[in-house]
């Protein structure tokens, strides 16, 4: 019986998410490295081996250390390396495949003294998004990080690498298209530059809506999407996903009702949902969109209704005229989350709708 | 040494915190009973312990069990109660003096049957905030709950209690004032209201900002404010605190820096940080204020310095030209959080400026 804020998670859903773009890739001929910090479980992540994967992505070194532990041993930590790091990073390349992310050449100089196992190197590319690496075209500094790789047989270089996150900002199926064909055409004239002297170098980009809409993948080697396992209200927003494909939904206690304003208040705040917020498309800031109960499990989207505001334990759900008189204290309200990754993240655990816990990365 | 986001506490500033309140409240004939979600720490409670505080505020019952085991046993649990968690009710109840909250009168009639121990009650109080609460003029609702709380002896009434929540959008001591004001105003109208009949009835009322800014409490009966034990950059834009009184900041790992924009990227994101923010005095949104690195602690604001964006593990910072130059991959940077109770709660845990690690509630 739920009794506090769980998250639930529709195993079906999830298999069959994993599954379509597993599928999508092999006709695509292009590597999958899914992005495993939205699930970041051991469990979970088996049903991405089933499926045939074998490479995988993280954000940081203590994933890496809890994925290795359960027999991946290709893993690419996707974010800038951190070299303070530097013990943890020699314990898992003794261990692993790692790969790492550099965008300068003095951090490659920090690891080539400090490394005690060979590394590949992915060498992170602003194709757009400004929020780090180097500018696609400032091939100076390309060169001077890939002479630099060359000053030791620990650091290999890979290829370039490339995260479209302003996608998230796309409203419509077009607009990532769009986004997408932008940072795609920049990261071929990447590569076809230094294609002559790399013939090995691939390229590898990534984001759950770009990889969920698009589908034709020639000219890219590698791809990384990893919200697609859950999806969720963003991702419909966006059009990379229809709600029935939205994996994990809220199950949160209500604990008083105020029907004269439309609104209901439960047990479950910023410290579940996160605080993660988008404008839906009546133009309204929501937090989360309330689904029917359906057994242990959840149905259709009510219309109109969301979740407006959250404070630390609180939250405040509106629900239309037609709805309002569903829920009493006591009961279980179920709510679509805006932002998949950070609610598992606070949540630390799922619960299925078969009744199973799942553990994630503590 | 720091190689991971870790978050700092100054524990002098802290405890300097807990005793400025303390002897406020000694001053003002009030009884302080101190939020602890903030910390949610058995250390840092006992600090308060050491200045004269037995009465504690959490806000959820798995909290209250994590203090009760600690010692604490006059817990009140500032939430809606969650029928749901009735066995954990009676569990605690057995063990401590615990005071619920209610604001309906179906509620308590479920206490009352399923209660097995005594406890207190307050009744919420909306006055003004319109997050939940029964209506401060209201006086039907009020008495109908105060009626049902008649029929068992295992729920006595306490009192009114309020939330001025929205003190925290006021940007001046003046403006938190006159919501203080207008929120006491109506919570003693209600008190002298019920008094005739109810001549024990307390008013419990309770934010950092007006219980930091106000100093005449006459009037109310218990105060619960919970942040000022760490403020944070919120607090200080306010007014309700000097930068000096903040008592934690973030120390993160800095991974690259892109001066050609006065950006540096640093491992620190939205599941270190939380999402909370904040429109600054320039009318910037801000995550946070840089300061000065100074031994294992910290100094000063770096004026016109902001953590500006979040992604899930990275966080963009911007740098004014005369500090640009001093971060290289590899440092660490001090960031003042904008709401340190959110911080504070993804972080699970504190380091001591003194180099000692401090756990809190897992």
Redo the contacts between chains.
């Keep these: 019986?739920?009794?506090?804020p769980a998250l639930l998670l529709n195993e079906q859903i999830c298999r069959r998410n994993i599954r379509n773009m597993a599928e999508k890739v092999k006709r695509n001929n292009v590597t999958l490295r899914p992005h495993f910090?939205t699930h970041q479980s051991h469990e979970t992540g088996r049903w991405f081996r089933e499926e045939g994967t074998q490479k995988i992505t993280v954000?940081?070194f203590?994933m890496a250390q809890y994925f290795a532990e359960d027999g991946w041993n290709d893993i690419l930590v996707a974010?800038?390396?951190?070299?303070?790091?530097i013990?943890?990073i020699n314990q898992l390349a003794k261990e692993i495949k790692l790969s790492l992310l550099v965008?300068?050449a003095?951090?490659v100089r920090?690891l080539q003294e400090h490394l005690e196992s060979a590394v590949d190197v992915y060498i992170k590319v602003d194709a757009g998004l400004?929020?780090?690496g180097v500018s696609w075209d400032d091939h100076k500094t390309f060169n001077e990080i890939l002479r630099s790789l060359e000053n030791s047989s620990l650091t290999s270089f890979r290829g370039f690498l490339t995260h479209s996150?302003h996608s998230y900002r796309a409203r419509s199926m077009n607009e990532s298209a769009s986004v997408h064909n932008e940072s795609i055409t920049r990261m071929i004239s990447l590569k076809n530059k230094f294609l002559p002297e790399y013939p090995d170098l691939i390229i590898s980009v990534g984001d759950t809506p770009t990889c969920s809409i698009m589908d034709d993948f020639s000219m890219v080697d590698e791809i990384r999407p990893g919200n697609y396992v859950f999806y969720d209200v963003t991702q419909s927003i966006i059009g990379s996903c229809t709600p029935d494909q939205i994996a994990v939904a809220m199950a949160c206690?209500v604990?008083?009702?105020?029907k004269e304003?439309n609104e209901i208040?439960i047990?479950g705040g910023?410290?579940h949902f996160?605080?993660?917020s988008i404008v839906d498309t009546n133009g309204i800031t929501i937090y989360g969109k309330v689904v029917r109960n359906s057994g242990n499990g959840w149905g259709e989207i009510i219309e109109g209704s969301y979740l407006k505001?959250l404070?630390?334990?609180?939250g405040?759900v509106y629900l239309p005229d037609e709805a309002i008189n569903d829920y009493?204290?006591?009961d279980?309200i179920k709510i679509l989350p805006v932002h998949s990754?950070?609610t598992a993240?606070?949540m630390k655990g799922y619960l299925t709708v078969d009744g199973r816990k799942i553990n994630m990365m503590?």
Tied chains: 1, 2.
């Excluded at 019986?1 to 506090?4: C, D, G, L, N, R």
């Excluded at 604990?255 to 105020?258: N, P, R």
């Excluded at 404070?311 to 609180?314: I, M, Y």
Aim: charged fraction near 20%.
């Design positions: 019986m739920i009794t506090v910090k954000s940081s203590r974010f800038p390396v951190n070299i303070l790091e013990d943890t965008e300068s003095d951090v920090f400004h929020r780090t996150g206690p604990v008083a009702t105020h304003r208040v047990y910023s410290v996160a605080k993660d505001k404070s630390q334990e609180h405040i009493s204290p006591g279980i990754c950070t993240n606070l503590l």
